[in-house]
């Protein structure tokens, strides 16, 4: 070790002997920086990562290993002092590992030189230090190879300029043959050799944050091999060509041959393992949960999941291939045999090309590819299929991918969250193929189901009721094997375990009136219990016995998990009157917000006029109430009173048509506030303006060369109150992930403190601090008065609270107010005119609870319009995907409803705001010259500290270190 160390100072001393070390190490840093913040346009990316420092480095690096390694051996070929190191008692092998080790120690100067950029981007940003490290150990990795490669090539030349040339070229050809570039054109079989040859691909997985044994054999496997072909370069200047040595040679020359062959055939072992690495992310992006694991572990049935792939495909997609089918391994495997996975190109076989498209409706897509002399269209397959039992859930690539336009007008496509659209697909499928004998048995407390009616008070109509609820319970507790046990209780009954008073005490349940002036009233609910939790469960209107199962098997379904939940989603129906009670032209429209959702739940529109939420509701979700009837609102009372989840986006304020025909807002009529209000939360007839907003994009028409040409231009409009993760509570899973949220028109919302005081509230989107309230609904901005936001700022500058969730127990509004299923007697307006003949009241649908249990959660949004299509679209016009933050904080709502955390852990893998903080051009100035700045600074201290050690030490003597281990080595020199 002596010896390898004193070659290694040696080569060291060499380098900064003379200014060639720093000449070196500052060009190396001086366009890293310029790559970094010019090329890149590290600003304008405004991204909080360190990706454009090592998206460079490979081809960096090539050129300055190829400078360091250039003159070690054919400097010393062309001095003459290779023959006087040669016969010293020292191995070749010492020789090439001292030399290495000089190469490997400026090298690691050089990368240490760029630390302060991630230490830039952590102050601006929440950086991510996994792939960082990953992307330093690649780095390191690959300049290892690089200069093993260059060692043997200045072995085999005297001159420093064929050394470079050569060296340059081949660690290129290495580079180049996995680029995507050359694999995609090629294709096939031989692009996965490629790739699995080219040092690029290696050095993307490792600069992810991934540390995969697969690349680490592969890079010290190639820096082995050459290291040790430099060492049998060495020692054959020493052979003679006698037959004294004939032994020796062939010795050395097979051991060489079969060290390369093993280390080859070790990377072609290893290469089909998957699982063998470590995922130094700091979400564990590139690992599989453990909600996806215990998906996958609790399967009953076998799953398929079958990519449908060509291999001839757009060249974007095709890097994204060998991601699938990776991904798809660790299912199978985490799987234990449950998982049946593969990638088929369905051109190969017509079989399953048309499986593919008659059973799964999967179709090829027309992609453009645009070559350099031409264009075309190439039809390919991009999908995925699941398929369990009977159920089967199909992604295309639209599902699959995420396009990011870069600024040189190129798109940089990657897979969007792979993990979670397949866990999502395959829970959705899974739990599609259950049944209500699952649901039982999979329940570890006992199931109670209690019917309580009085009959001797229950309306005629309504006898028949409690003999088909008996039925259907009877029935649904035969198919349990014990599990389910049914009775029935009257509150009247002489002996009864329930009465009223014990109703009204225990569970807030108040009797149903038989008719407006009887005294009488009657109970018909049925209440079910799991172990210690009990929910009541409404009957259905209908009362037949198909409804009531359904019911049953709804709160069944409610009560565990593993079940494809429902959304109840309610919007303004079409046909509605203005505030002056004229009809008007329905503007809103809300797919995009119900494909969102129909991506993990069975979405339903539910009409609420009847006064009762459909019984297979799990969370009901209200967008832009207005023009509701008390009995609307009834229906979203008591659905909370029974401890179910509403998430309400309740702005006071909807778009319409301006006298000028554009956009306007109106004020909404016969909201929920009121009953808002009685929850303890307000939302304020007013409006929100944030100077943070999101741009506004107007038409404009420009007259060029007397051409007339039409732009899309972004106004300031402080109405789209842009909310980061500084007005975010990020300790909510609702918005713990999400990068930004856009509220259009938003209302202020005010919690009551005493009301909420023993709630869980959380206040999750605000507006910044220099927001002000307006209570004009003129909405067009006068930027000759107001050239900044366009609008006269008024009254005090502060921060709003525009959304906020809710849990605990909640106060019926309908409490101590008469039912509004009792209809108040019609008065004649002429008392001699006769009485006109009472119209029967509406049957109430339950009895009235007036307390919720602490399960029930609201979640009030004061935007109307943010989840709007029309919007939406116009959002979509100037930020690309920004829009779907919007959609994805309604479903990461719905989840918390519902409390489906796992799908929500997963989606938010990967999601974290890596957004840098707003700033001017100043200040992005002083960092890009600060960095600047520091790396001359230590460029100088580098410098300025190996001077000074120079002078005041004595030079180094090669000979006499090593020869303190001259008996050492002796014995093989005189082999040799």
């Known amino acids: 070790m002596k010896q390898i160390l004193s070659i290694t100072r040696k080569e060291v001393n060499s380098y900064f002997g003379s200014p060639m070390a720093l000449i070196f190490l500052g ?36 050129f300055l290993v190829a400078a360091l390694t250039m003159r070690q051996w054919s400097e010393e070929q062309r001095s003459g002092t290779l023959e006087m190191l040669l016969t010293l008692p020292v191995r070749p092998v010492q020789l090439v590992i001292g030399k290495f080790l000089a190469v490997m120690a400026l090298v690691v100067v050089a990368l240490a030189l760029t630390l302060p950029l991630p230490i830039t981007v952590s102050i601006l940003g929440n950086l991510d230090w996994g792939p960082v490290l990953g992307g330093y150990l690649a780095a390191l990795l690959l300049a290892a190879a690089y200069a093993a490669i260059g060692l043997f090539v200045s072995s085999r030349t005297d001159n420093q300029i064929v050394s470079l040339i050569v060296t340059v070229l081949l660690a290129g050809l290495f580079f180049l043959v996995g680029t995507g570039g050359v694999t995609d054109f090629v294709g096939g079989f031989i692009a996965d050799l490629l790739r699995a040859v080219g040092t690029s691909s290696r050095f993307d997985s490792i600069q992810r ?88 572990n609790n399967l009953q049935e076998p799953l398929v999941i079958r990519a449908y792939i060509s291999q001839k495909t757009h060249p974007l997609l095709a890097p994204l291939a060998p991601q699938v089918s990776d991904l798809l391994k660790e299912y199978q495997i985490a799987a234990n045999g449950k998982v049946t996975a593969d990638v088929v190109d369905p051109a190969s076989d017509q079989a399953i090309e048309a499986e593919a498209r008659q059973t799964y409706g999967i179709q090829p897509t027309p992609l453009q590819v645009s070559g350099r002399f031409e264009a075309s269209v190439i039809n390919a397959y991009f999908d995925i299929l699941i398929r369990y039992g009977d159920q089967n859930v199909t992604l295309n690539f639209r599902d699959l991918i995420e396009a990011t336009p870069n600024r040189d007008g190129t798109l940089d496509v990657h897979l969007r969250n792979l993990e979670y659209d397949l866990t999502r697909s395959i829970k959705k499928a899974v739990y599609g193929f259950q049944t209500i004998d699952t649901v039982l048995a999979s329940m570890k407390d006992p199931v109670r189901l209690t019917l309580i009616t009085t009959p001797k008070t229950l309306p005629q109509e309504l006898q028949a009721v409690p003999a088909t609820i008996q039925k259907v319970a009877q029935d649904i507790s035969q198919q349990s ?122 979405v339903n529109p539910v009409d609420l006029t009847s006064g009762q939420v459909p019984p297979n509701i799990d969370v009901l979700v209200i967008v832009a109430p207005q023009n509701m009837s008390d009995k609307e609102r009834y229906a979203i009372d008591q659905y909370l009173m029974r401890g179910g989840s509403v998430v309400v986006a309740a702005g006071n304020y909807t778009i319409g048509t301006s006298p000028t025909g554009g956009f306007g807002v109106q004020p909404v009529q016969a909201g929920l506030q009121a009953m808002l209000d009685g929850y303890g939360i307000h939302v304020e007839q007013a409006l929100v303006m944030d100077p943070q907003n999101e741009p506004f994009p107007v038409q404009v028409t420009r007259n060029i060369g007397g051409q007339a040409v039409q732009d899309i231009q972004a106004i300031n409009f402080p109405f789209f109150a842009d909310v980061r993760s500084d007005g975010m509570d990020l300790t909510s899973p609702i918005v713990a992930n999400l990068p930004a949220v856009t509220m259009n028109w938003p209302s202020p919302i005010t919690l009551d403190a005493a009301k909420n005081a023993n709630r869980k509230t959380s206040v999750l989107l605000k507006s910044s601090s220099k927001s002000w309230q307006r209570t004009s609904l003129d909405i067009q901005p006068n930027f000759q008065l107001y050239p900044d936001t366009g609008f006269l700022a008024e009254g005090q500058r502060q921060a709003f609270n525009l959304a906020v969730s809710v849990q605990g127990v909640f106060e019926s509004y309908f409490k101590g107010k008469p039912s509004p299923f009792q209809a108040s007697q019609s008065t004649p307006a002429n008392a001699s005119a006769p009485a006109a003949t009472p119209t029967p009241a509406p049957v109430q649908p339950s009895s009235m609870l007036e307390q919720s249990p602490a399960t029930a959660r609201l979640v009030v949004v004061g935007s109307a319009e943010f989840v709007d299509d029309a919007i939406l679209q116009l959002s979509s016009r100037l930020t690309q995907d920004r829009y779907l933050n919007n959609l994805q904080f309604v479903q990461n709502a719905v989840d918390w409803s519902v409390e489906d955390l796992d799908l929500l852990s997963i989606r938010s893998r990967g999601t974290t705001s890596r957004v840098l903080k707003p700033m001017d051009a100043r200040e992005e100035s002083t960092w890009e010259i600060g960095n600047y700045v520091v790396a001359l600074l230590a460029l100088i201290g580098i410098g300025a500290i190996w001077y000074y050690r120079r002078r005041n030490e004595q030079p180094l003597e090669l000979v006499p270190a090593i020869g303190e281990s001259r008996d050492e080595g002796a014995s093989s020199h005189e082999s040799a």
Request: net charge neutral; glycine share 4%.
């Open 481 to 602: 094997n014990g599990k389910l046990t049914f009775e029935t209780v009257d509150p009247d009954a002489a002996q009864s375990k329930l009465t009223r008073q014990a109703l009204l005490d225990t569970y807030k349940l108040q009797p149903i009136p038989v008719s407006l002036f009887s005294p009488d009233s009657y109970y018909l609910d049925m209440m079910l219990s799991v172990g210690d939790k009990s929910q009541f469960v409404d009957p259905p209107s209908d009362n037949s016995e198909a409804s009531i199962r359904t019911a049953i098997e709804s709160a069944l379904k409610r009560s565990t998990s593993g079940f494809l939940k429902v959304v109840g989603l309610w919007t303004p129906p079409a046909g509605g009157v203005d505030q002056l009670g004229q009809p008007q032209q329905q503007m809103s429209s809300w797919q995009m917000l119900q494909q969102q959702l129909s991506q993990d739940y069975t």
């Open 27 to 62: 060009a190396f840093l001086a366009v890293t920086l310029f790559a970094f913040f010019w090329v890149d346009t590290f600003f304008a990316r405004a991204i909080a990562d360190v990706r454009p420092l090592f998206r460079w480095m490979p081809l960096l690096l090539i």
């Open 209 to 296: 944050g991934v540390i995969d044994l697969r690349d680490l054999i592969y890079y010290l496997s190639l820096t082995a091999v050459f290291l040790t072909l430099n060492a049998v370069s060495l020692d054959r200047k020493r052979w003679s060509r006698g037959e004294r040595t004939q032994a020796y040679r062939r010795s050395i020359t097979w051991t060489s041959a079969l060290v390369a062959a093993n280390l080859v055939l070790m990377n072609v072992w290893l290469y089909p393992l998957q699982g063998l690495r470590l995922d130094l992310t700091q979400q564990q992006e590139f690992s599989l949960s453990q909600t996806t694991r215990d998906l996958l």
